[in-house]
């Protein structure tokens, strides 16, 4: 089964359209397709830069089309599925 391929869905927020509400939903998707791939976020924090957010284990999700379908409807993005070995180690280096 494909989907049980995909190690880690990415989320892209927008700045200008970031909102609680927004945030509420998303985490209820997240919470109504429990599984094993794991969720980042990537939010514009400002022009043409990006911070990456790696949610908590417990947001883990079944990366299904019904879900990911849901959550682009609510951010207004593709979500990007990485497939493969999950990476352990979510955090990029900022430092120079």
Sequence with gaps: MKQAAIRLIELSLSRDTLSKDQLEGIKDVLYR???????????????????????????????CREMIQELETLIGQKVVCRYGEKNSNHRLSQHP
């Design 33 to 63: 397709f429990p599984g094993q791939s794991s969720v980042v976020f990537k939010v514009e924090t400002d022009p043409g830069k990006r911070m990456v957010i790696a949610a908590h284990p417990r947001y883990n999700v079944f990366a």
